[in-house]
């Protein structure tokens, strides 16, 4: 169960992300919000300190505490991430920054474990397909398989700085997987493409595993083209 700090927090930073709260609004002060949400004093202060670490506020002197714009930001920080896609700011051009950010990374780790993984990583790298295919059997979560599935490959890249990197890194692939798994017939489409990242990186074929990630990341694009599509189409029926 989630402590009543993080429960604030998540409340508040969804406030943000939604609109709410927009950048430049002063939020009310600590005794107004304590009162409003029935916590302590203490508790919404660690949570004005919790936003602020994470470029979201900024306590001025004598001013308050103003909401700052979303380029300072924490973007790749995974409660910045969740909040956003709970409160609907998820939009198309946050998607087309996602897929960019995927194809700059994912196709060169790719590479990079086809080269370097060990026998062990090979096994958890398989070990992590083999849990996809049970949750697209309906056995298990999807997303955090898929999510074990992306994270061996890159700890199986042995870089120092892609390794720093994989806390963010999974904060926008949980995003990302978790809008195309609410796709119909999402999961199971991309299983193929991801045994065929499996078997190039267990094969060392550094190629292929190129290949398979961008064949991955294009299918993904085309989904969420779709659903935009699909979306627009819904949205232009007469009431």
Same mark, same amino acid.
């Given at each position: 169960?989630?402590?009543?700090?993080?429960?604030?927090?998540?409340?508040?930073?969804?406030?943000?992300?939604?609109?709410?709260?927009?950048?430049?609004?002063?939020?009310? *002060?600590?005794?107004?919000?304590?009162?409003?949400?029935?916590?302590? &004093?203490?508790?919404?202060?660690?949570?004005?300190?919790?936003? *602020?670490?994470?470029?979201?506020?900024?306590?001025? &002197?004598?001013?308050?505490?103003?909401?700052?714009?979303?380029?300072?930001?924490?973007?790749? /920080?995974?409660?910045?991430?969740?909040?956003?896609?709970?409160?609907?700011?998820? /939009?198309? *051009?946050? +998607?087309?920054?996602?897929?960019?950010? &995927?194809? +700059?990374?994912?196709?060169?780790?790719?590479?990079?474990?086809?080269?370097?993984?060990? /026998? /062990? !990583?090979?096994?958890?790298?398989? %070990? $992590?397909?083999?849990?996809?295919?049970?949750?697209?059997?309906?056995?298990?979560?999807?997303?955090?398989?898929?999510?074990?599935?992306?994270?061996?490959?890159?700890?199986?890249?042995?870089?120092?700085?892609?390794?720093?990197?994989?806390?963010?890194? *999974?904060? +926008?692939?949980?995003?990302?997987?978790?809008?195309?798994?609410?796709?119909?017939?999402?999961?199971?489409?991309?299983?193929?493409?991801?045994?065929?990242?499996?078997?190039? +990186?267990? %094969?060392?074929?550094?190629?292929?595993?190129?290949?398979?990630?961008?064949?991955?990341?294009?299918?993904?694009?085309?989904?969420? !083209?779709? &659903?935009?599509?699909?979306?627009?189409? $819904?949205?232009?029926?007469?009431?």
């Amino acid at each position: 169960m989630a402590t009543l700090h993080r429960q604030v927090l998540n409340q508040i930073g969804e406030q943000i992300c939604s609109g709410k709260f927009a950048p430049g609004d002063i939020l009310p *002060s600590e005794p107004e919000l304590a009162e409003q949400l029935q916590v302590s &004093r203490i508790t919404i202060r660690e949570t004005m300190k919790s936003l *602020s670490a994470k470029g979201m506020l900024e306590v001025r &002197r004598r001013y308050g505490t103003i909401v700052l714009p979303r380029s300072q930001w924490q973007l790749f /920080d995974p409660d910045v991430m969740t909040w956003r896609a709970r409160a609907g700011a998820v /939009d198309t *051009s946050v +998607i087309r920054d996602l897929m960019e950010l &995927r194809l +700059i990374i994912e196709p060169n780790a790719a590479k990079l474990a086809a080269r370097r993984a060990t /026998d /062990d !990583d090979r096994k958890a790298i398989r %070990r $992590a397909f083999k849990a996809m295919e049970r949750a697209v059997a309906g056995h298990c979560e999807y997303v955090p398989a898929d999510l074990a599935f992306h994270g061996a490959i890159l700890a199986a890249c042995h870089n120092q700085f892609v390794q720093q990197m994989q806390n963010a890194l *999974s904060a +926008i692939l949980r995003t990302s997987f978790e809008l195309s798994s609410e796709i119909v017939g999402g999961p199971a489409r991309s299983l193929p493409m991801h045994e065929a990242l499996c078997v190039a +990186i267990e %094969r060392g074929d550094e190629t292929a595993a190129e290949q398979a990630v961008l064949t991955l990341i294009r299918r993904a694009e085309q989904d969420f !083209d779709d &659903r935009a599509k699909l979306a627009s189409t $819904a949205n232009d029926q007469p009431v």
